[in-house]
Each structure stands twice: as C-alpha cells, then as structure tokens.
C-alpha cells in the first residue's frame, strides 16, 4: 500500500503569491519523521524541512512551512511568496523509526509564473 | 567533505551485462540507501542499511544487490542488466537512528539498458 501520497501532479502559480503542496501519509508507527526535498530541473536533492511526529509546533525554515496535521496525517509544504527559483519537483518522504526505512511520494511539480 | 560521491556518471549496458553502481560517503553516516527515479514515479526504495554488515530490501528490490564492508561504501551491483532497470539511480546517507537526521543525496548515476 502506498505509504505517502501527493496528489497533486502539477501546479502553476503566480510569482509572489503563497502555495501549498499536499501531502498525506499512512503510517502505524508512533514514531516517525516527515520530510520535503525539492528537485530543481539540475537534478540534484535539495532537503527543505523536517517534522518529527513527536514535535508540537509546525516546523519552519525561512520561506517554507510544514502544515502537519497529525490526526489527518497530512503534513503539507506551505512556501510562502513565491519565487522563480522555486520551480521544481517537490518531494514528500517519510521514515518509520521502526525500520528506517525512508519512502518518498510520485512528486508535484510546481510551476512558478512570472 | 565531499559529501555523496556515485560513479559512474552515465552508463549505458546492453541487456544480460552485469555492473556496479558506486557510492561512497565521508560523513560516518551510518544509514545508506539507494533509489532509482523513473518518471512519474518518484523515488523508489530499492536498497537500504542501517550500518556495516546490515542491509535490507526496500520497494524495489529484484534485480539489484548491495553489501555493506564498510560504513564509507555502498556499492550496488546489477546481475543481469534488463530495459526495466534503465533509470536514474541515486545513492543517499544520513545519521540515521533519530528524528531529524536527513539524507544527503549523491549526483545520480543515470543507467540506460538497451
């Protein structure tokens, strides 16, 4: 069964404006984590922020948010005024501290227009 | 550092030919994972270890061999190349054991099987 899920293939935005990219997963492990990478069209990982499933407060780093919401067990990347830059493939991953194993989502590719 | 290193940068095998994918690491990381990105398709766990002598199936996991000797190395060996196997292959390693160790992600090894 897939684990994580992202259902959004593509998205276009105007530059500047705010944007969210879904994310829910399916886990009966307790502890576990959440992360975002970004692929830019270069191809290299770009790790973006990370929410433990123990952490209370939504994580946070610069333009970017994690909406985690756990009883939903969503955890949705929020990046606030867009930029160019951001256009990329977006990633959602989870690791089960159980076996440490870390699973990714097919993607969003998010489109930035200028 | 240099971080994440995979060889060979390009590789192209005709079916039946066997080879090894490399990846290496300077981090004493003792988590080390390999992924192949297909389109449309994310990336998929194929192998993984959790430490030298450890290692374990991810998704994806026929076709492919690993080993662990040493906690730098984390070759990944093709037996018997097929069409199917044609794919970016990315290597990866984190701290592993603990919330909020993230991966760092190798260049990519892009495989074309004719």
């Known amino acids: 069964a897939q684990k994580i899920t992202q259902t959004q293939p593509g998205m276009f935005v105007q530059e500047k404006e705010a944007v969210t990219l879904d994310c829910t997963y399916d886990?009966?492990?307790?502890?576990?984590?959440l992360f975002w990478y970004k692929q830019p069209s270069s191809g290299e990982m770009i790790f973006l922020i990370y929410?433990?499933?123990?952490?209370?407060q939504n994580a946070t780093e610069g333009r970017y948010s994690l909406n985690f919401q756990k009883a939903r067990k969503s955890a949705n990347l929020v990046i606030s005024a867009s930029q160019l830059g951001d256009s990329a493939m977006y990633f959602c991953?989870?690791?089960?501290?159980?076996?440490?194993?870390?699973?990714f989502g097919k993607g969003t590719r998010l489109h930035i227009l200028p | 550092n240099a971080g994440v290193t995979q060889t060979p940068k390009f590789q192209v095998l005709k079916t039946g030919q066997s080879m090894t994918l490399q990846c290496a690491q300077d981090?004493?990381?003792?988590?080390m994972s390999w992924y192949r990105q297909d389109p449309g398709m994310g990336l998929r766990l194929i192998h993984y270890?959790?430490?030298?002598?450890?290692?374990d199936q991810g998704e994806v996991p026929n076709g492919y061999n690993v080993s662990r000797s040493t906690t730098e190395d984390f070759p990944l060996r093709l037996l018997s190349a097929a069409p199917s196997q044609t794919s970016v292959y990315f290597c990866?390693?984190?701290?592993?054991?603990?919330?909020?160790?993230?991966?760092?992600f190798g260049p990519g090894t892009r495989l074309l099987v004719l």
């Open positions: 990866a390693s984190s701290g592993g054991g603990q919330q909020g160790e993230t991966q760092y």
């Open positions: 886990t009966s492990d307790p502890s576990y984590g």
């Open positions: 929410q433990g499933s123990y952490d209370q």
């Open positions: 991953a989870m690791r089960e501290n159980r076996d440490d194993k870390i699973i």
């Open positions: 981090m004493n990381h003792e988590y």
């Open positions: 270890s959790v430490g030298a002598g450890i290692t």
